[in-house]
């Protein structure tokens, strides 16, 4: 599974993607999320609010029970809010 962080998160983690191999009971996104901030205080302090993290699972929009398995690209990221045009 290859996991990419984005803004804030890529800052906070220390790198932009990196490839897991969570254990096998990690089959939905919250469980992913909870998995990697196990993984080191970096993951930890980025993910510690997840109201302020988004998910993508192969590019597509995906909430906390969104599975996921081996061989998906997930993407997190901050919400991403569209600039004033005036």
């Known amino acids: 599974m290859k996991v990419l962080y984005f803004a804030w998160l890529k800052s906070k983690v220390g790198i932009g993607e990196e490839a897991v191999t969570p ?8 469980a992913l999320l909870d998995w990697l ?10 993910l510690a609010n997840r109201s302020i993290v988004r998910v993508a699972v192969n590019q597509e929009y995906a909430g906390l029970e969104h599975p996921v398995k081996s061989g998906d690209e997930v993407a997190l ?7 004033d045009s005036g």
Not at 23 to 28: I, L
Not at 37 to 46: D, I, L, V
């Open 37 to 46: 901030a196990t993984r080191g205080p970096k993951y930890a302090a980025a």
């Open 77 to 83: 990221f901050p919400p991403v809010t569209a600039a």
């Open 23 to 30: 254990p096998a009971e990690v089959a939905t996104v919250g």
